[in-house]
């Protein structure tokens, strides 16, 4: 084994990453998603991962679809001040103020996105493909809290741009085959 760093996911799942990275791995990480409630909830992970390991969030990512409601878009962009507190105790999620407003003010803002796209999947869809850079232009013009790593690392994750797995990585084939987005030219 090599004393190098790993360099890429591919590579440090190989080198050993226990789960929960080999089954996010080999069966989540730039799979398409479908659904807002899917798409929200891969957002409220990544926002949640700043500045934190990715191991953290994906061992309470059940804690977070339970204290997000299911990532139900309606009922998140509805919370009020008692929500905020609830979630604010909640130990089994990540307990920061800024990302939890994030997760209500991005609820709300994939709502305002419907009556032109239909959702936040419509939204992805609509201005599917672009570059990286007119990406995050985007995000950060519609979302909060969305940096430059968390927007790639969403867009890598969910499909909409390609880089999850090594040309040798045999999970890479099953991602070809579910078609992501980033497959399609448009």
């Given at each position: ?117 239909g959702g ?16 995050l232009a ?38 070809l085959d ?9």
């Amino acid at each position: 084994m090599s004393d190098a760093p790993p360099t890429s996911y591919c590579d440090a799942v190989r080198r050993g990453l226990p789960d929960p990275h080999r089954a996010y791995h080999d069966h989540h990480y730039g799979f398409p998603l479908d659904g807002d409630a899917a798409l929200f909830g891969r957002l409220i992970l990544e926002i949640n991962q700043a500045g934190l390991s990715w191991t953290t969030i994906l061992r309470k990512e059940a804690a977070f679809e339970r204290a997000y409601d299911g990532f139900d878009v309606d009922r998140v962009a509805g919370y009020g001040e008692d929500d905020v507190a609830r979630l604010l105790a909640d130990a089994s999620i990540i307990r920061n103020r800024l990302k939890v407003r994030a997760a209500v003010t991005n609820a709300r803002a994939i709502v305002a996105l419907r009556p032109e796209y239909g959702g936040f999947q419509g939204w992805l869809d609509a201005h599917h493909p672009l570059a990286l850079d007119a990406w995050l232009a985007r995000f950060k013009a519609t979302f909060t809290f969305v940096g430059g790593e968390i927007v790639r690392e969403f867009l890598v994750s969910t499909g909409y741009l390609d880089g999850a797995h090594d040309p040798d990585c045999p999970v890479r084939a099953r991602v070809l085959d579910a078609r992501p987005p980033w497959t399609r030219t448009g």
